[in-house]
């Protein structure tokens, strides 16, 4: 049974309802989580990319064009003059260079977020279990860290804990009990949050993120997986927006003909259940054909648009369950 603390009412009765109906629903179905700030409170991508910076982890190359295909030319200069921990982690932060230039340009934001695929591009020279590990360590810290806790880098000061929505972990168990499997699609690395999906009983398998080629000698290289027609290495596209839904489609539902990037022609192959936070996550939510869980920050932009207007009555829209 849902407990019904935290939740607004109304959507505490139309998960219950929900619930209650999946159960009896036969076949296949599927439910998929976002991850940063819909199951768990404040952004693990964040915590861990200061975490690895910390650890000396994140390698500085040759050319630092190698690690984005969307760095502009104000910020391959401002690094080359000196790429410090913070000044690493503030381009990533606030997609700008310290003199406010635009630190990324010409990605399609349909398909990618250039500052997310940047923390993957960084990974490289680590293998995926260096990151699972340091992962690990960074998410347990987070979690024992008091809520409120911040810390300064460079120009920013960011959230330096992280907590698990009770309230979410609690729903993904009554999903699994209606029969419904859950997924995690994130915009964040994978090796990343892996780990931290144990937390809520979900396996690595269940999980899909940003991934690396890994190289022969098992090190992850500067490259990154793509989907459908994008090929392993173009470095054009993650799981964000029109992203997760390839992942979906290809991954989850094995989408073999068709435009991954559109949504399923088979109602039958799409998410039951999907739950977001950000623009990163419309498409798959937009695809969803049951409930749409939207926890919303109060921040303008297209899903809170959609959810908040709810044409078709299935949008469930959820305050941050911790302020």
Sequence with gaps: MLTPDGWNQKNHAALVAFLAEEKKRPGRKVAVFDWDNTVIKNDI??????????????????????????????????????????????IYNSMKTPDGAPAFAGHDPKMTEAAYAWLGHL?????????????????????????????????DTIADYI????????????????????????ATPKYIIEVCAEKVGLPPERVIGIENVVGPDGKLTYDLVGCGPVRDGENRMITYRDG?????????FGMENGDPFQPNPDPKKRPRFGAGDSDGDISFLEDTTGLRLFIDKGRP???VRAARENRDGRWLVQEPFIR
Excluded: H
Excluded at 128 to 152: C, K, Y
């Design 244 to 252: 997760k839904r390839c992942w979906i489609n290809t991954v989850i």
């Design 301 to 303: 932009l297209d899903a």
């Design 45 to 90: 991508g964040d915590a861990a990319f200061i975490g690895l910076l910390d650890r000396g982890m994140v390698a500085t190359p040759g050319d630092w064009r190698r690690t984005s295909p969307y760095l502009t030319d104000a910020a391959v200069q401002a690094l080359g003059k000196g790429a410090t921990p913070e000044l690493i982690f503030t």
């Design 123 to 155: 990974l490289a020279g680590n293998t995926p279990d260096q990151i699972r590990r340091a992962s690990r360590e960074i998410f347990e810290r987070q979690l024992a860290n008091p809520v409120g806790a911040t810390r300064r880098i460079g120009n």
């Design 163 to 186: 907590r698990i929505y009770p309230q979410i972990a609690d729903l993904i168990k009554a999903l699994e009990q209606s029969g419904l499997e859950v997924w995690v699609v994130s």
